[in-house]
């Protein structure tokens, strides 16, 4: 497997969890459960992303900028995730921001891999892929 093949993975439980999350309706215990997961799911990836994928990227002239504007998404999904944590989740608000979340993290997948991982595969050798991959899961793994 290799670093792509790693991420997307982790995407696809985020693309599943906020397709839940935006059909929830009220606090209630589904809502609050859906929510921890995927604000934990978002942090781990952002984390273990950030020092396994993005680093290497930061070092290649071809990637530096994707590279730096993907971490700047995250952490603007931060900011979204603590107004929602702000706003009672019974509000009307609570769903205006779960959408705007939802929306700006499908944005921020759509490009790594339409655009970053592209990039990345040119950047990065074959080896470094695998590796890459290897130290991802490992991160992700221990805080899952």
């Not at 290497?56 to 995250?74: C, G, N, P, Y």
């Not at 603007?76 to 939802?102: C, F, G, N, R």
């Amino acid at each position: 497997m290799n670093i792509f093949e790693a991420l997307r993975e982790d995407h696809e439980i985020q693309r599943t969890l906020i397709d839940k999350l935006v059909k929830t309706s009220g606090d209630n215990e589904l809502r609050r459960n859906m929510f921890d997961k995927l604000k934990h799911e978002l942090e781990i990836h952002a984390d273990a992303e950030e020092r396994h994928f993005y680093v290497s990227l930061i070092e290649a002239d071809l990637t530096q900028e994707k590279a730096r504007h993907s971490i700047a998404e995250h952490h603007e999904m931060d900011e979204l995730v603590e107004k929602l944590e702000e706003t009672d989740m019974s509000s009307p608000a609570w769903l205006t921001y779960m959408k705007q979340l939802a929306e700006k993290v499908e944005h921020h997948l759509d490009e790594e891999e339409q655009e970053v991982f592209q990039l990345a595969g040119k950047a990065l050798k074959e080896k470094e892929k695998t590796q890459l991959a290897k130290d991802y899961q490992k991160a992700i793994k221990e805080n899952r």
